[in-house]
């Protein structure tokens, strides 16, 4: 079974739609991220959680919130889509200092 | 600030050896990772570098200066299936903990 997991995979939405995409992950990890990446470009921090109590903005989080439920489960909404929205979203999980283990990605489509 | 530059676009040939350089400029610094990417996938982890010098792993090595605000993924005996995007990520020195990430080369092996 992956260690971290993303739902749903696929998304195809509306302008003006909420849409919520959710992170789950079996390491144990303390550290939880939420990135967009589009076509030809790096990875950009949306949000990221040191811990259940903490959530930090990252360099575009703007248009976006986030959840964190529990030590396993991280969320991402986008309260109002919009198309420039449309990206592949990663999840990632760490211990202190070490490398990131990412979800599989969900690829969002707003028309 | 972060700024990290990594050249767009690299082409090989099987069998050869090929250099893909990143450089810095960060307001801190505490570690360089190295991670690939195959299109359309998450991530994964190459290497980790925090003290100058070479790190070798297999067909991978990753080598690190400090003073000089530069790192590098050599790869040898290159495959086919290393044709992937290389993605550089700094980690600064702050208590924040997160990384940013370059925008990638995108390596192409041919036959």
């Known amino acids: 079974d992956a260690d971290v997991t993303q739902t749903p995979r696929n998304r195809i939405t509306k302008t003006g739609k909420r849409i919520m995409l959710e992170c789950s992950q079996t390491?144990?990890?303390?550290?939880m991220y939420w990135y967009r990446q589009d076509p030809g470009l790096g990875l950009r921090l949306i949000y990221y959680s040191f811990d259940v109590k903490d959530i930090n903005k990252g360099e575009i989080s703007d248009g976006y919130s986030v959840s964190r439920q529990a030590q396993a489960k991280f969320s991402l909404s986008l309260e109002s889509a919009i198309p420039n929205q449309t990206a592949l979203y990663f999840c990632?999980?760490?211990?202190?200092?070490?490398?990131?283990?990412f979800g599989p990605g969900t690829r969002l489509t707003v028309l | 600030g972060q700024n990290i530059d990594q050249p767009t676009e690299m082409t090989a040939t099987e069998g050869a050896i090929v250099q893909i350089n990143c450089t810095y400029q960060t307001s801190g610094f505490n570690g360089l990772f190295w991670y690939q990417q195959h299109a359309g996938e998450a991530p994964t982890f190459l290497s980790y570098?925090?003290?100058?010098g070479l790190e070798e792993k297999g067909r991978f090595s990753s080598f690190l200066s400090r003073s000089k605000g530069y790192s590098y993924l050599l790869l040898k005996e290159l495959q086919m299936k290393d044709s992937a995007s290389y993605l550089c990520a700094v980690r600064p020195n702050t208590n924040a903990g997160k990384s940013t990430f370059g925008d990638g080369t995108t390596l192409t092996v041919k036959p």
């Open positions: 390491k144990g990890h303390d550290r």
């Open positions: 570098n925090v003290l100058d």
């Open positions: 990632a999980t760490s211990e202190e200092g070490t490398e990131q283990f």
